[in-house]
């Protein structure tokens, strides 16, 4: 049964741009595991966190609040997702945003709380 709603030309038109634009359905779940990684407030705050720059995870964790092991736990998850990367310095292991688009969805975010509309 089809469904009327008036402008079937440029509704055909609008379906084709978006059939166009959509990503491959692997894709989309690549795209939805890292929305629902970064979702979680601890991992959000991990990522505000590192903003400013890296950090090893003691300083994470005087940042955030919480303790080492849930820290860490966290930080697992954001880098299995590749949200963040690490490298090592001596003893610590150093943690930074490893795509800036990531914290740029953030910075957005946090401008948008502000909306009215």
Do not use: W
């Not at 009327?4 to 990503?23: D, Q, Y």
């Not at 979702?39 to 300083?59: D, F, N, Q, T, W």
């Amino acid at each position: 049964m089809a469904i009327e709603c008036g402008s079937e030309k440029l509704h055909e038109e609008r379906i084709k741009v978006a059939l166009e634009n959509m990503p491959a359905d692997g894709r989309i779940e690549e795209m939805a595991a890292r929305f629902k990684a970064i979702s979680e407030p601890s991992r959000l705050k991990i990522l505000l966190a590192l903003e400013g720059g890296e950090l090893c995870v003691e300083h994470i964790v005087a940042a955030v609040g919480g303790n080492q092991s849930a820290v860490s736990h966290q930080l697992k998850t954001l880098k299995d997702n590749k949200i963040v990367k690490s490298r090592r310095e001596g003893k610590k292991i150093l943690y930074s945003v490893s795509d800036e688009h990531i914290m740029n969805m953030i910075e957005l975010a946090k401008q948008h709380l502000d909306c009215e509309e």
